[in-house]
Structure formats: structure tokens, C-alpha cells
């Protein structure tokens, strides 16, 4: 196994990149040492026998899913839903535009 961390800076500043985030020196630095701590743990579980462990597939064996009926009700008016909206216009919610024309 080699000494270097698999999560060097260079590596973290990369990812940081990607993921357009603005990290400091000691936030980078502190991250690395926190993944690295993770995947030491990972290589942990490698040395494990699990020669004699069943695969499970799901962690409680028998579970059924249980759904409620569908049982449809009266929903809000117009009036009701609009109540408490801040800015509305003819009836509708309005929202700000989003898209240029």
C-alpha cells in the first residue's frame, strides 16, 4: 500500500472545483484528512472473513410495505389556497419571472 493519502490537496482542491466550491487552505486541508480517515475505515472491512456470510438483501428479512387506501377528499378552494399568498393576481399565485424573453 502506498504512503501517499488517496485524498491529497491537489485532489480536493480538484473536487472543490467541480463541485464549485470556494475552499480555504485549512478547509481543504481538514477535509482531506477526514475522507482519508473514512476510507481508512473502508480498508477495514476488507480484512474481515465474510467467506461464511449470507448476502442480505434487505436488513429486515419479511417486510411488507403497507399503504393506506386511496381515499380522495374535498380539497381547498380557490379562495382558501390564495388566503394567505402574498402576492396573487385574477385568481393565480404570482410568481416572479424566471425566463427571459
Do not use: C
Not at 44 to 50: A, I, Q
Amino acid at each position: 500500500m502506498s504512503e501517499e493519502p488517496e485524498f491529497s490537496n491537489e485532489t480536493i482542491e480538484y473536487v472543490s472545483k467541480l463541485a464549485l466550491l470556494d475552499l480555504s487552505e485549512e478547509e481543504k486541508e481538514k477535509l482531506s484528512k477526514q475522507l482519508n480517515n473514512i476510507l481508512s475505515y473502508f480498508k477495514k472491512l476488507e480484512d474481515l472473513d465474510t467467506v461464511d456470510v449470507e448476502p442480505t438483501r434487505h436488513p429486515i428479512e419479511g417486510l411488507n410495505n403497507v399503504f393506506r387506501e386511496d381515499e380522495p377528499w374535498e380539497g381547498l378552494t380557490q379562495e382558501e389556497a390564495l388566503k394567505n399568498a402574498e402576492h396573487k393576481k385574477e385568481g393565480y399565485f404570482k410568481a416572479p419571472r424566471i425566463l427571459k424573453d
